[in-house]
């Protein structure tokens, strides 16, 4: 099975403008939760999404946004970028069984490292 | 609320060795631990989950963590480093009331020296 994948990998903006991350979660995986790791915050929790619902959600601003789509595939937005968006953009996806039972491990793409000047 | 704390920021060893890093965790409840690894400019790699089966639990690699309750603990080990294990590591713990949303200790950077 293939893994999670991100597109793109690298990528570079200036401030004050949007991004959008994708993310295609392992086949058969429904939950994908999107992940932040900077030096200084190390690794934080974004959101999660769930046919196609948002599920959860860190504390982050709303300039933050991601939506999921039928196939499970993810985005995230980002919009007006500021210097501190820097980071590496990691998302992670996970089967959940019937009935609700959380299998709770999740596994991670490689990320995008997203870079503002 | 659920946390981990990695007691060491830095762990630095000799190749063939032992390998210890440790973690502790705060829960309310049963908790979900994981330890993931991070080699550099990769993505994050599970190496060993435990959820309230045995409290030994053997991963890839060689790893493997002992879960023990009364001392809130969930420390990695493996007898032998090899250079390849050189990399950052992650205990993190599954908050079950968010959907599974994982809360990340602030990682242990494993050196292996020749």
């Known amino acids: 099975k293939a893994g999670v994948t991100q597109t793109p990998r690298y990528l570079i903006k200036t401030r004050g403008q949007q991004v959008t991350l994708s993310c295609s979660p392992i086949s058969g995986h429904r939950s994908v939760s999107w992940y932040q790791q900077t030096p200084g915050q190390g690794l934080q929790f974004l959101f999660e999404y769930f046919s196609e619902t948002q599920r959860n959600k860190g504390n982050f601003p709303g300039r933050f946004s991601g939506r999921q789509f039928s196939n499970s595939r993810s985005e995230m937005n980002v919009s007006t970028l500021e210097l501190g968006d820097s980071a590496l953009y990691l998302c992670?996806?996970?089967?959940?069984?019937?009935?609700?039972?959380?299998?709770?491990?999740?596994?991670f793409g490689p990320g995008t490292r997203l870079t503002v000047t | 609320a659920q946390s981990v704390t990695q007691l060491d920021s830095h762990v630095s060893v000799s190749e063939g060795t032992p390998v210890l890093l440790r973690c502790n965790y705060s829960s309310s409840y049963s908790p979900s631990l994981f330890w993931y690894v991070q080699h550099p400019n990769k993505g994050l790699q599970l190496l060993l989950k435990y959820t309230s089966a045995a409290t030994l639990v053997k991963g890839i690699n060689g790893f493997e963590a002992e879960f023990k309750k009364s001392e809130t603990s969930f420390h990695l080990t493996k007898p032998s480093a090899h250079m390849s294990d050189a990399a950052e590591y992650f205990c993190?713990?599954?908050?079950?009331?968010?959907?599974?949303?994982?809360?990340f200790g602030q990682g242990t950077e494993l050196s292996v020296k020749p």
């Open positions: 992670a996806s996970s089967l959940e069984a019937s009935g609700g039972h959380y299998s709770y491990e999740q596994y």
């Open positions: 993190v713990v599954s908050d079950r009331n968010q959907g599974g949303k994982l809360i």
